[in-house]
């Protein structure tokens, strides 16, 4: 602690001392002290006063910035985690990036714990599917007033984590469903994606999907997903309106 206090106070010393050039005053009249021996005084075990008054607060102050723990952003950042927006009846969702742990909070948690705890996905599958999501990513655009999304998502988190799946891996995105932000996040991840049926769960290999769940599974959120990772033949629903949705927005863009 001393050493790393001393780097402290060097680096204000020199960052702020020397650079200003300030002068110190002993306490007689006319006779000032140059920062150069004030510095080499000041860790001198003979000057208990100066450092009593001097010390103590910006040692506090070194402790509170090395202690003091990194928050996630908060306010009207839109790149925040777990951020709430409220309806016109005060309903909250959640809108944006969003965590597991975001879902398992009040009011969420009414439906996602439930929903988690009475999933049992088949033990078998998972076993062949634990070591093919390796070098796998996930995106999860959900919505908290949806319905397939409150049933689904828990289930597939369920699946990931039994398969030790790390979290760092799976983006969970919340899109909203307003006049103005309707199946749309804050900062458009769902841009160019032909979002338009929530949950939509998108597995990607070194950046580039490989394919997608979407709504709800063909068979089961394992089976779909291990036929996904071993690149079997599947077609998710509704892709024709994914075809027509991408026809769109290359038009749109022409």
Known sequence: MASSSR????????????????????GDAGDRQHPDSFYN?????????????ILLPILIILITIACHPKLHKTGNDPEQFNHLIYNAQSHPDL??????????????????????????????????????????????FMGTWCGDSRREVP????????????????????????????????????RGKNIHHVPTFIIYEKGKEINRII????????????????????????AGAAMMLEKAERYARQ
């Open 155 to 190: 289930r597939m988190l369920k699946v990931l984590n039994i398969c030790g799946f790390p979290p760092l891996r799976v983006e969970i995105i919340n899109v909203g469903h307003g006049e103005n932000d309707y199946k749309q996040s804050p900062t458009h991840e769902e």
């Open 215 to 238: 709504e709800t599974p063909i068979e089961s959120l394992e089976r779909d997903l291990l036929r996904i990772v071993n690149r079997e033949a599947y077609t998710p629903k509704y």
């Open 41 to 53: 005084q000041f860790f001198n075990v003979e000057t208990h006063h100066m450092r009593k008054h």
């Open 95 to 140: 809108y944006g990036k969003s965590t597991e742990d975001g879902l398992k909070q009040p009011p969420f948690n009414t439906w996602y714990v439930p929903n988690y705890n009475a999933y049992t996905p088949d033990s078998l599958i998972l076993a062949k599917l634990r070591p093919e999501l390796r070098n796998k990513t996930i995106q999860i």
């Open 7 to 26: 780097r402290g106070f060097s680096f204000l010393y020199y960052n702020v001392f020397r650079t200003q050039r300030v002068t110190f005053d002993r």
